[in-house]
């Protein structure tokens, strides 16, 4: 019995060696990527908060060279891009649009404004959550899900300008493209990439999703991985909910012309439109569990 006990012993050791250090890779593996993908995105939001985009105010030059960096971004995750262009207030402002390869049926729109508040009175306004947290998830999403485009719903992700502009952006898109790339459903990510104005004290891992009521039970169903609660009001308040979802964002235009619409938001904070609003104040982990959900939840859209 003893002899048969170190056979085994001898025989299921390297087996059980090797298993353990598969999984350990496969963590680390992981592990990796997360904080690979968390880079990207600071590396992102810095970029467009930096000193030679000033800001990003509507119009500007330093709106027309972060223009140049998203087209670049987008054309690189291998979508068929252009810039819109479009006169809005005296000014001319730029979308940039990416659509995944192939012909489909239908699309969702996914969204994000890239123009800021600029600098005023000699200080600059970073916009880091306002909206450069969004748009590094608009480029994340675009790098990760065009592959997963093969029913008949395709992506077109749009980098929208004129925010400041009474949504002149988003405005122009859906009048120039609406039969281009017939859209049901419009997604929009606004001020995503904060952890500082948590639903409660005991949600801290949250994320808004207005307009989120009819995918319920897919988004809530999406949230399991990243271990994120959502909430589909904007804190409880059905005046600010109307507010945000109706009238003070992109989606309203869609919203306007029937077009079902779900935006992602982790809330205004202390920072938003200050010159606060700094790379340093976002939470780059939740973030990306936040792009997690968005993009679990879209894959079963498609």
């Known amino acids: 019995m003893k002899r048969l006990r170190i056979f085994l012993l001898i025989f299921f050791l390297p087996a059980a060696l090797l298993v353990r250090p598969a999984a350990l890779r496969a963590q680390q593996f992981a592990l990796s990527e997360s904080a690979g993908r968390m880079a990207e995105l600071r590396a992102e939001v ?39 262009s479009f006169a809005a207030r005296g000014r001319v402002g730029h979308n940039v649009v990416a659509v995944t390869p192939g012909w489909f049926r239908r699309y969702i729109v996914v969204g994000a404004y890239f123009d800021g508040l600029g600098t005023l009175d000699g200080r600059l306004f970073p916009g880091a959550d306002a909206n450069a947290s969004g748009v590094a998830a608009l ?41 281009v790339y017939p859209p049901v459903l419009m997604v929009n990510l606004d001020l995503l990439g904060s952890s500082l104005a948590p639903v409660s004290p005991s949600r801290p891992d949250y994320l808004i999703a207005l307009g989120g009521g009819p995918f319920r039970w897919s988004l809530e169903s999406a949230a399991r991985g990243p271990r994120l609660d959502l909430t589909y009001d904007y804190y409880g308040s059905e005046a600010f909910t109307e507010l945000f ?37 976002l939470d780059y982990d939740l973030l990306s569990r936040r792009i997690d959900l968005i993009a679990t939840w879209l894959r079963a859209q498609l």
């Open 46 to 84: 810095e970029f467009l908060c930096d000193s030679l985009c000033a800001g990003r105010a509507f119009g500007t030059a330093g709106a027309q060279g972060a223009t140049l960096y998203l087209l670049r971004q987008l054309r690189n995750a291998g979508l068929r891009t252009t810039v819109q």
């Open 139 to 179: 480029l994340a999403l675009a790098r990760e899900l065009p592959s997963v485009c093969a029913g008949e719903v395709g992506l077109v992700f749009v980098a929208f300008d004129g925010h400041a502009a009474d949504l002149a952006g988003a405005s122009a898109f859906l009048s120039r493209y609406r039969s």
């Open 245 to 281: 979802y109706r009238q003070a964002s992109d989606q309203r235009c869609f919203l306007e012309a029937g077009i079902p619409a779900v935006m992602f938001t982790s809330g205004i904070t202390q920072h938003t439109n200050q010159v606060t609003d700094t790379p340093a104040t």
